[in-house]
């Protein structure tokens, strides 16, 4: 089974920050790799898949990049609404994984 | 509108069964790959199992591989999670989301039905 480690665990940030997550594969995935946003009492959303391609309506301060075993998650102008926990998916082979997930707290 | 809804949760005896129905709307259901997803109270998500848009093709994890059984009834718009031996470990929100093909990722999710296993 293909791994995902995600890290931070837990990140602290305030508005306005540039944050970054990253997904490590435990074997190459090529680009299929996703990402989602899930906050409280809520159902997951997706926001990337194929690595870099946003979903529509996600905003652009969303972005995506990697390849193979790492791949980044970014968010360029942290707004309130962003405070969630994100994780990463591997869509590359069955069994599908998720990472662990990262806790986007404010500071 | 687009849109998943699961039913059939509840608190469950070790050792029981427990059935779980997805009701899909607004897309053609019979022309995409639906997934079961679960997440534990306060943990991460745990992909549980994957069948094709005709019902012919089907995939699940390994800890729930020999309990679980996914089907669909694309006459009904329904897919279907069938629970034998539930385990306390079991107790979980459960996800039903589309996947529309293979590798494709997850963009519609349902809200969810919670699944409790105790005595």
């Known amino acids: 089974d293909i791994q995902l480690t995600q890290s931070p665990a837990f990140l602290s940030a305030s508005i306005g920050d540039r944050v970054t997550i990253t997904c490590r594969a435990s074997q190459g995935i090529s680009g299929y790799l996703a990402w989602y946003q899930q906050k409280p009492g809520k159902v997951p959303r997706l926001l990337i898949y194929a690595a870099s391609t946003l979903q529509s309506g996600v905003p652009s301060r969303f972005s995506g990049s990697g390849s193979e075993t790492d791949f980044t998650l970014t968010i360029t102008s942290l707004q309130p609404e962003d405070f969630a926990t994100y994780y990463c998916?591997?869509?590359?082979?069955?069994?599908?994984?998720f990472g662990g997930g990262t806790k986007v707290e404010i500071k | 509108q687009v849109q998943l809804v699961e039913s059939g949760g509840g608190v469950v005896q070790p050792g029981r069964s427990l059935r779980l129905s997805c009701a899909a709307s607004?897309?053609?259901?019979?022309?995409?790959?639906m997934h079961w997803v679960r997440q534990a109270p306060g943990k991460g998500l745990e992909w549980l199992a994957v069948?094709?848009?005709?019902?012919?093709?089907?995939k699940s994890a390994d800890s729930v591989k020999g309990r679980f059984t996914i089907s669909r009834d694309n006459s009904l718009d329904t897919l279907y999670l069938q629970m034998n031996s539930l385990r306390p470990e079991d107790t979980a929100v459960y996800l039903c989301?589309?996947?529309?093909?293979?590798?494709?990722?997850?963009?519609?999710w349902g809200q969810g039905t919670m699944v409790t296993v105790s005595s």
């Open positions: 607004g897309f053609t259901f019979s022309h995409n790959n």
């Open positions: 989301a589309r996947g529309e093909t293979y590798r494709h990722p997850f963009d519609i």
């Open positions: 998916q591997q869509l590359n082979s069955y069994p599908l994984t």
């Open positions: 069948i094709s848009y005709d019902g012919n093709n089907k």
